[in-house]
């Protein structure tokens, strides 16, 4: 599907949204708790009342759209807000203590019986509610991405401190919401199939819609009421990045104040699972479910799947000021670049990710010195790992002060969302002046330079410049950058 839904796509939620959710207006407020809105979330913000009409200008007038836009060199863009749905836990905090101190969240499935498959772990998120974030009604029709991907999504804008009265007073036309997902909502369709051997009448109203990637961003817009730009990107484990990059320059170029922005991915059903079990990428460590995923280790022998959902919050600095907004972090710039060599394996030459290092770093406007902590992609395979780790003492030399860590390690690969998590790896690192560890490192890779890599216990870095990465199937490569806000 197309990352933009195309008109039949957008008429499909329309009609559905309005013959299951607006049929009875009285069973709506009687399931949805009055004033919840189509959505019902007993936290939502914003929510506009009902019958009054709002007035939208399809053609305004040229001048009006010029004296909108801002001055865009004078555009700086930060982060104000943070939320995660992870194996390590639901809130920033709670999240990165859990990753200094080395805990995984790698275990054995419990959703569904995979005692047939040769891989049997993954990291699974035992505990979630969408209670107070999404209606219950809407919450049994939605894919898991779905729930991630808005529950994070309002808990971003609860960290980043907007309240009802706040909302209230922004201008929701400068408002935008990016959020992708690599695999979209697998599990609807996979359903919607079982259904169809059955009958098309079976079948859920929502199934197409809600498989659609751009869906999770487009039903929280909704909810939301932000009418700015709002789509999804998908470029499979790349696609937050993509996402983060896309709505820091919606920002830059004066089009909105604040983006919700990052990716969701909800994997672990049969279908997912099996299908990257015909690829034979995953590890079949399932003795030991905690050592699986291990990083430029000798012993590692694939990646190990994840879930969940991370969000950031974009605001334009002087708009964040105004308001009195926390800044946690600043967002430098980025990039994207293309292998352009193969479908899954990584150039040997590493010749995109160096692009797109260098790329990210001449648009950042900041030099190869500056960079003192990498949160790399590294999944824990063979190829992959060695080929980034190789272009990474390309771009940045023998840097004594260059600290390589890989989140993976300890949440495993959540795909679409991996990029969004590690974002709020690398911010918090900035704000507490900490790294993570890399767990299960035991045996590095011979001919690596593991001076530069992080070791098993969390150590102390006064961080200049964050770099993360994500690469993605196809040869996608994205890098972005944070700094300490000054």
């Given amino acids: 599907m197309a990352a933009v839904a195309p ?16 049929a009875d207006e009285k069973e709506k407020q009687r399931n949805y708790g009055g004033g919840g809105g189509l959505f019902g979330s007993r936290r939502r913000l914003g929510a506009r009342r009902r019958g009054v009409p709002i007035a939208v200008s399809l053609h305004p007038e040229r001048g009006a759209l010029e004296n909108k836009k801002s001055d865009t060199k004078k555009r700086r863009v930060v982060v104000t807000g943070m939320g995660v749905v992870t194996p390590l836990g639901h809130e920033p905090d709670e999240f990165y203590n859990n990753l200094l101190q080395g805990i995984s969240g790698i275990s054995e499935i419990e959703a569904f019986d995979c005692s047939s498959y040769p891989t049997r772990i993954a990291g699974e998120i035992k505990s979630f509610s969408t209670d107070g974030w999404v209606a219950p009604k809407l919450a049994k029709r939605m894919d898991k991405f779905m729930q991630y991907l808005i529950v994070a999504g309002k808990k971003a804008l609860e960290n980043g401190g907007i309240t009802e009265d706040i909302m209230n007073e922004l201008d929701k036309s400068r408002c935008g919401v990016l959020i992708g997902s690599a695999m979209g909502g697998m599990k609807v369709f996979s359903d919607a199939i079982e259904a169809l051997r059955v009958s098309y009448r079976k079948m859920n109203p929502f199934c197409v819609p809600f498989a659609t990637t751009n869906m999770g961003s487009a039903i929280l817009a909704m909810d939301l009421g932000w009418m700015g730009p709002n789509y999804s990107i998908s470029t499979a484990c790349a696609t937050s990045n993509f996402c983060i990059l896309n709505a820091a320059n919606h920002i830059i170029r004066g089009e909105t104040d604040l983006m919700l922005c990052g990716g969701s991915d909800a994997p672990i059903i049969p279908i997912g699972l099996g299908g990257f079990v015909a690829c034979r990428a995953l590890s079949q460590r399932n003795s030991d479910p905690t050592k699986a995923s291990r990083p430029w280790d ?9 879930e969940g959902a991370g969000v950031l919050l974009l605001e334009e600095l ?10 946690y972090a600043e967002f430098l710039g980025g990039s994207f670049t293309c292998d ?3 479908m899954t394996e990584p150039h040997p030459e590493g010749k995109g990710v160096i ?6 770093l001449a648009d950042a406007g900041v030099t190869k010195e500056d960079i003192n902590y990498v949160n790399a992609h590294a999944t824990s395979t063979q ?11 390309r771009c940045f030399g023998e840097n004594p002060q260059l600290r390589v860590n890989s989140t993976k390690s300890m949440t495993g690969h959540l795909l679409g969302a991996a990029g969004g998590i590690e974002a709020v790896a690398a911010i918090q690192a900035i704000r507490t002046g900490w790294i993570h560890p890399n767990i299960n490192l035991d045996n590095p890779e011979k001919n690596m330079d593991v001076s530069l890599l992080v070791g098993s216990q969390k150590e102390r870095c006064d961080v200049k410049v964050a770099l993360s990465n994500s690469f993605g199937f196809g040869g996608h490569n994205s890098s972005i950058l944070f700094a300490p806000f000054k």
């Avoid at 692009?355 to 990210?360: F, G, K, Q, R």
């Avoid at 190829?383 to 003492?393: C, T, Y």
């Fill in 7 to 22: 008109p039949l796509c957008t008429w499909i939620v329309a009609a559905c949204l309005s013959a299951a959710c607006g």
């Fill in 298 to 306: 000798v012993d590692r022998d694939g990646f190990v799947m994840g």
């Fill in 318 to 327: 002087e708009h964040a000021k105004q308001r009195g907004a926390e800044i």
């Fill in 340 to 342: 352009a060599y193969h």
């Fill in 355 to 360: 692009l797109c290092v260098e790329n990210a």
């Fill in 383 to 393: 190829m992959g790992d060695l080929k980034e780790f190789e272009a990474l003492v």
